[in-house]
């Protein structure tokens, strides 16, 4: 399989690895497992924050950030990841923000704890949430059907917006397609419209039917990203930048229109899909990923959205209960929402697109938050580096919810 689009497909969940993007598109690229029955299986809401979190999250002490220091080397060199980000965050607990390695590989600079980031499937949590304050305003509905606002969609009549969101829909993922491979890897810097990306997916059968079970597709995204546009007149990066980013006080995360990005920021590097050569994707342009990938963001935006996102500030009460209602992903412990997963009561997304990668989760029980930054997508043993970096991190400082809990498999289709 090719290794451009694969990211965005494993792109969706740090789980994801194991048939996840929850493998973001954690590119989020996103490979999910079905329940073992194959039906959905809603999780309990989250409980609430423990009074103090001292049974969540350990005091961040010099000692502690000694141990973290080299857990994090450890996996780099295990994974022969160029340069890391790390940021921890809770209340009473302290924090620990470090940078690791290089942000370029060819001059040897340091990576810093200011670079901008492309975020890949993070950026679904954005787009969904444009989405659900639309629902707020009452100017649509989550189990209206796609088909109400965007014409020529199999099963149109039948696949709601909330399906969609939850990655139940059924259609096929557009970045599995073998002709948008081949397109994609002719020229990374070409651009695609949403679309040419429908087209790939609908030349495709469905996969199941409606809400039957969940299936990451990057297909579904682009619909939901089309939907936003036609109810509110306005492009969609617009629309997240009104709607989502001012009202959130993100101030360094952006919808890129081009492949534009901001300084500073590390070189990122994918590896190629033939040969296995290691190249920089640094200023490959995001197109093919819109709605389901194409952001930029940077460290303290990503701890301040982390937050956002799982605790709903944006939205109403309500609006904040449908999304975290969960459905079972096959993988013990863990679920996926509207545009958010809870792995081992980690709140949040992760992301990943040729060169880069990004976790930012947040833990409601200690009220703490993780970001990782890395410049580089490249598996290592089938997982997601961000996946590993996560889990060492966890085993430190919350060994009652590590992250992801277990060792993925493999990507099916990698």
């Given amino acids: 399989m090719h290794s451009t689009p694969r990211r965005m497909r494993r792109g969706c969940a740090a789980v994801a690895a194991a048939s996840l993007l929850?493998?973001?598109?954690?590119?989020?690229?996103?490979?999910?497992?079905?329940?073992?029955?194959?039906?959905?299986?809603f999780a309990a809401p989250v409980p609430p924050p423990s009074p103090d979190g001292s049974a969540e999250f350990r005091q961040l002490t010099p000692a502690v950030a000694a141990q973290l220091d080299a857990a994090?080397?450890?996996?780099m060199r295990e994974t022969k990841v160029p340069g890391v980000v790390a940021g921890l965050w809770a209340p009473g607990k302290g924090s620990y923000v470090k940078a690791f390695g290089v942000a370029d590989k060819e001059t040897g600079a340091p990576m810093k704890t200011d670079v901008h980031q492309r975020i890949g499937s993070e950026t679904k949590t954005f787009t969904v949430t444009a989405l659900l304050r639309l629902v707020d305003q009452g100017k649509l509905g989550l189990d209206d059907p796609i088909g109400k606002y965007i014409n020529g969609v199999p099963n149109g009549d039948r696949i709601t917006l909330r399906e969609l969101a939850g990655m139940r829909s059924g259609l096929f993922n557009y970045s599995e397609d073998d002709d948008f491979d081949k397109a994609l890897e002719s020229g990374p810097n070409r651009v695609f419209t949403p679309q040419q990306l429908l087209d790939y997916s609908f030349k495709h059968p469905v996969q199941f039917a409606p809400g039957e079970k969940f299936e990451y597709s990057n297909t579904n995204l682009i619909l939901l990203g089309l939907v936003i546009e036609k109810v509110t007149g306005r492009p969609l990066h617009d629309v997240i930048r009104q709607d989502v980013l001012e009202p959130a006080g993100l101030r360094h995360t952006v919808f890129p229109t081009d492949a534009a990005f901001p300084e500073p920021h590390a070189q990122g590097y994918t590896d190629e899909s033939v040969s296995g050569e290691i190249v920089n994707a640094t200023d490959w342009n995001p197109s093919w990923a819109w709605a389901a990938g194409a952001m930029i963001s940077d460290l303290q935006d990503l701890r301040s959205w982390a937050r956002t996102l799982a605790t709903g500030t944006l939205l109403t009460p309500k609006t904040q209960a449908e999304r975290l209602k969960t459905v079972t992903i096959g993988i013990p412990g863990a679920g996926y929402g509207l545009g958010i997963?809870?792995?081992?009561?980690?709140?949040?997304?992760?992301?990943?697109?040729?060169?880069?990668?990004?976790?930012?989760?947040?833990?409601?029980?200690?009220?703490?938050?993780?970001?990782?930054?890395?410049?580089?997508?490249?598996?290592?043993?089938?997982?997601?580096?961000?996946?590993?970096?996560?889990?060492?991190?966890?085993?430190?400082?919350?060994?009652?919810?590590v992250y992801p809990g277990h060792k993925p498999s493999p990507p099916k289709h990698d």
């Fill in 341 to 401: 997963f809870d792995i081992q009561g980690w709140l949040g997304h992760n992301g990943s697109l040729p060169g880069y990668e990004v976790l930012a989760v947040y833990l409601p029980q200690a009220q703490a938050t993780m970001v990782l930054l890395l410049n580089t997508d490249v598996l290592h043993d089938g997982q997601e580096p961000s996946t590993l970096f996560g889990e060492a991190v966890t085993r430190i400082v919350t060994p009652g919810h």
């Fill in 22 to 41: 929850l493998a973001p598109a954690l590119a989020g690229s996103a490979y999910a497992a079905p329940s073992a029955q194959g039906q959905n299986v």
């Fill in 72 to 75: 994090i080397r450890e996996v």
